[in-house]
């Protein structure tokens, strides 16, 4: 039998604006399947045994989400809804959101959820399509954790090779792991392309580098207890003060994680994804998206998820 402390939260941070895409592509359904992206990861988080979920939005899809999405999805499900807003900010620097023009970042994403968050949670992206083993492989490793143990965050890696694009190249963090498969740090490159079977990527400097064809890449699907937030609220208040007087940079969670492993008051477990990883950045690859898609649930997968209609 379950209790408050075997709860695992299910967070989507669904509030990015999508300009590259084009529109809101947390909406765009998958055509075959009359479902989001993340209708499809909540699908596979509660065939791990997740029940309780956090769907993080802006305040311009608020309506649309409990309109549409919201009705369709699995029956027994606890929903939350966090919306990010530019002007949640500490009162001291208030005169920083008249100026803001778009969110301040995932960081600052994440912290709208702290109110619905005890416990352990998985943090998704709502346009990453990440696996059913995903979510598997997580669950098992914060629920083993001992209480007190230092490596209680957790982040699944994805092979470098079966997150790359035919449409060109991609920008990805690439994982740094020690022997102890704990992250030591993750290096972000651009353009990363894999040509006459060599992988490189233009490094910090713009400078192409090769990169190994064993690496995990990092998409952005960790695994937290919730003193994570108090990281979070720190770091925020100090990059307002430091960083962000101008209000155009963003408060990245990535960046956060890398500073308290530096300061070394967490670890982070890095777990191997078994599964392909798929995204889009651009309209032009949901097609071929949506191909994959509808052969991963093909004869079974989504219908298994009961709406509340």
Known sequence: MSTEQDKLTLVILAAGLGTRFGGTKQLAQIVGLDRTIMELSICDAMQAGISHLVLVINQNIKTEIENDVLPRLPKGLDVKLAIQDSKNIPKKYKNFAIERKKPWGTGHALLAAKPYVSGKAIVITADDYYGKSAYKLLAKELL?????NASQWSLVGYPILDTLSDHGGVNRGICQVNEQHHLKQVIEFLDIRYKKNKLSGLNSAQIREAIST???ASMTIWGFDDSLFD????GF???LSTYDNAVER???LADQIQKVIDTEQKKVTVLRASEYWLGMTYRS????????LNQIFKGSGID???SNK
């Open 214 to 216: 064993d690496s995990l």
């Open 237 to 239: 208040s100090e990059f």
């Open 285 to 292: 690859e949901l097609n071929d998206i949506t191909k994959k």
């Open 304 to 306: 298994s998820c009961q």
């Open 231 to 234: 990281y979070l609220e720190q």
């Open 144 to 148: 083993t954790q001992k209480q007190g």
């Open 250 to 252: 963003e408060y990245y």
